[in-house]
């Protein structure tokens, strides 16, 4: 079955650590992102790529940082220069970007830093 | 920026009609979808409007006003696995066209 996988489910760092965070998808889409999620808050973009070897800032990338060297891969870097890590994390993919098709969505790690 | 409205909770009755409302503000519109999320799990997509009127998809239909900046979410038949947060989300040119999500409805069906 093809899909978006997401490792760990649940992570814990200590303050001033950095963490990546590994998504994974099999269903060739072209196109990647990275939302956060805070409780009562809809979903923000941090980065998105388009295509392999390329991507974009979100509306709250800084902190962050990712790498898109193959299109199966889209790894997230927590940052230490992240002033608030803590949150739930949704990787997402779509055949391509920007057009009409829906976002699949990995089923998300939850990031503890104490 | 855009301004997505949803409201944040809902409480409906098993075998009930329930319509979650959505507004949005953006010169940019080109397209709008709806998502579920149950608690802790990746949201699943529900349906996609871009053009003013009705898409219906079994118990679930998705309604669209472009010029009043409006959509709705309708579920039928409600069950108690229908309970989860619906999240609807805006593409918009003037953010790359990339999604902006409203903060989500939490649904809570009860028997």
């Known amino acids: 079955d093809g899909g978006i996988t997401q490792s760990p489910k649940y992570l814990f760092r200590k303050e001033g650590q950095n963490v990546t965070l590994s998504c994974e998808q099999n269903l060739n889409h072209d196109a990647m992102y990275w939302y956060r999620q805070d409780p009562g808050q809809g979903l923000r973009l941090i980065y998105y790529?388009?295509?392999?070897?390329?991507?974009q800032k979100g509306d709250i990338a800084e902190g962050y940082s990712v790498s898109r060297e193959k299109k199966e891969s889209f790894p997230l870097t927590v940052t230490s220069a992240q002033k608030n890590p803590t949150a739930f994390y949704l990787c997402?993919?779509?055949?391509?970007?920007?057009?009409?098709?829906?976002?699949?969505f990995g089923n998300g790690t939850r990031l503890t830093v104490t | 920026g855009q301004n997505i409205d949803q409201p944040t909770e809902m409480t409906a009755t098993e075998g009930a009609i329930v319509q979650i409302n959505c507004t949005y503000q953006?010169?940019?519109?080109?397209?709008l979808f709806w998502y579920q999320q149950h608690a802790g799990e990746a949201p699943t997509f529900l349906s996609y409007?871009?053009?003013?009127g009705l898409e219906e998809k079994g118990r679930f239909s998705s309604f669209l006003s472009r010029s009043k900046g409006y959509s709705y979410l309708l579920l039928k038949e409600l069950q108690m696995k229908d309970s989860a947060s619906y999240l609807c989300?805006?593409?918009?040119?003037?953010?790359?066209?990339?999604?902006?999500f409203g903060g989500g409805t939490r649904l809570m069906v009860k028997p």
């Open positions: 409007n871009v053009l003013d």
């Open positions: 989300a805006v593409r918009d040119t003037n953010a790359g066209n990339m999604l902006t």
């Open positions: 790529s388009q295509i392999v070897n390329d991507f």
């Open positions: 997402a993919s779509s055949i391509r970007g920007g057009d009409n098709s829906p976002l699949h």
């Open positions: 953006t010169s940019g519109f080109n397209g």
